[in-house]
């Protein structure tokens, strides 16, 4: 059994018995010829079959308004879903365009109009030297987005009440090349924290040497609760009109992981200034969105409160498997002053800090037993964890039990990593 002290408090004797356990335990496991994948940050089958409704919708084929879905038009999207999520995102119906299947090509298609352009409250980006601010570990197709062109990163550190603000009121300050930052401000990936009213606020208010600085509030998460007390968003968009920076947030959210994750609906909310801006600009790239997918989530729902009751059934399904991550972990590592983990409340990754300089190795000494873990410094810009540190975990694809068998193994990994790094 793992002694209940830290390892850094070991003899050599000790450490060494230690690690000879660790090593048997691991070889055991290795012989044990497992295939399961912890990499994947997505719903499971049974997950995606609780919105298998869908598929017998829509029923008819007219809206509300009594527009044909089946034909061309509509780029705002059906006035019914910009309600719903109006209302979800507590914005109004104008300030809600709904699009296509993913909110990642909204984000795309807003970035790429400011650079060729520019926002609706500056000239075009391209040609000026522009970096964004993104708070790490973070969501790595953020960072591959900026990079495809050449956007610079500065990263800051995510915190337990959301990014180091402070970090960024003396970074945007001063500095007009930073033009804008991402956050997911609820249940983060991979941190799982959700930004405190405070830290909205100042982000909200805070003065910017860019005057057309931009807040990609990327609200993935929203309504994605693993526990019944539900972290609430701040709401960003009044927060920033009230300080007199209306055109600053574009919202971002789609029902990738509240009904298909390959057939949701995403939408973007903001100032009516910002929708008038991007819609200015998609009218050229699009007719219209698929109103038929949008009418069968409205016929789905049927409310906003429709939408949160699907999320108590996603919630009963990962909640123990969350659990399970922790249960696992806790049992082998407790004590051993060698790894911390997040307990989230909700969204779909626990973040896992290992001791400093292993987590490459414990990437590698899971993957030879047979459990795929997503690459040590995935979270962050270019994939370069400084510290070889942070490894992200979604268990929400495998099954129970293999979210279970696989985070014993990982946990052995972890003390077996940090054994031999003592070891030397
Ligand atoms: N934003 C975040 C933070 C995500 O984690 C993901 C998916 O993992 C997405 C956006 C992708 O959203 P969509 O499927 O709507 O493009």
């Known amino acids: 059994a793992a002694p209940q002290q830290p390892l850094t408090d070991l003899t050599p004797d000790q450490l060494?018995?230690?690690?000879a356990g660790k090593r048997a335990a691991y070889d055991a496991l290795v012989a044990r010829g497992?295939?399961?994948d912890l990499t994947r940050g997505k719903p499971s089958g049974e997950q995606l079959d609780l919105a298998d409704g869908l598929l017998a919708l829509p029923t008819g084929h007219t809206d509300g308004d009594g527009v044909d879905v089946r034909n061309y038009g509509g780029l705002t999207g059906l006035r019914e879903l910009r309600e719903i999520f109006a209302e979800l995102l507590w914005v109004e119906?104008?300030?809600v365009v709904a699009g296509g299947n993913s909110s990642?090509?909204?984000?795309h298609d807003s970035l790429v109009q400011m650079l060729l352009h520019g926002p609706v409250d500056g000239m075009p980006w391209r040609g000026q030297d522009v970096r964004f601010v993104c708070p790490v570990p973070g969501y790595d197709r953020h960072f591959t987005m900026l990079a495809s062109y050449g956007i610079d990163i500065v990263t800051v550190p995510m915190e337990a009440d959301g990014p180091d603000v402070a970090a960024i009121e003396a970074l945007v300050k001063d500095d007009p090349s930073i033009k804008g930052m991402w956050i997911v401000p609820t249940y983060a990936n991979p941190a799982g924290s959700t930004?405190?009213?405070?830290?909205?606020?100042?982000?909200a208010a805070m003065p910017t040497a860019a005057p057309d600085f931009k807040i990609f509030w990327d609200n993935a998460y929203a309504f994605h609760h693993l526990t019944e007390e539900e972290s609430k968003t701040e709401d960003i968009i009044s927060l920033c009109s009230a300080a007199g920076n209306p055109n600053r947030p574009i919202m971002f959210a789609s029902t990738s992981k509240i009904t298909y994750a390959g057939a949701g609906v995403a939408v973007l909310a903001a100032s009516t200034d910002n929708v008038a801006w991007y819609l200015k600009h998609y009218q050229f790239a699009s007719i219209g969105p698929d109103k038929v997918n949008?009418?069968?989530h409205v016929q789905f729902f049927g409310s906003a409160q429709g939408v949160r009751d699907h999320m108590v059934k996603h919630r009963e399904i990962l909640a123990p498997k969350f659990a399970a991550v922790d249960v696992a972990l806790a049992r082998e590592l407790d004590g051993l002053g060698i790894a911390h983990w997040t307990r989230p409340t909700g969204g779909y990754f626990v973040s896992l800090d290992v001791m400093d300089g292993t987590a490459s190795r414990v990437v590698a000494l899971a993957k030879a037993a047979g459990i795929a873990l997503t690459p040590a410094g995935a979270s962050f810009p270019y994939g370069d964890d400084p510290d070889d540190r942070?490894?992200?975990l979604a268990p929400s694809f495998p099954v129970l039990s293999e979210v279970e068998a696989a985070m014993a193994g990982v946990a052995t990994c972890v003390s077996l990593a940090a054994a031999e790094k003592l070891a030397g």
């Open 390 to 392: 942070n490894i992200r």
């Open 16 to 19: 060494a018995e230690f690690t």
């Open 195 to 203: 930004i405190s009213h405070e830290k909205a606020a100042r982000l």
């Open 93 to 95: 119906p104008e300030q």
């Open 294 to 296: 949008q009418l069968r």
């Open 34 to 36: 497992l295939k399961l």
């Open 104 to 107: 990642l090509t909204m984000m």
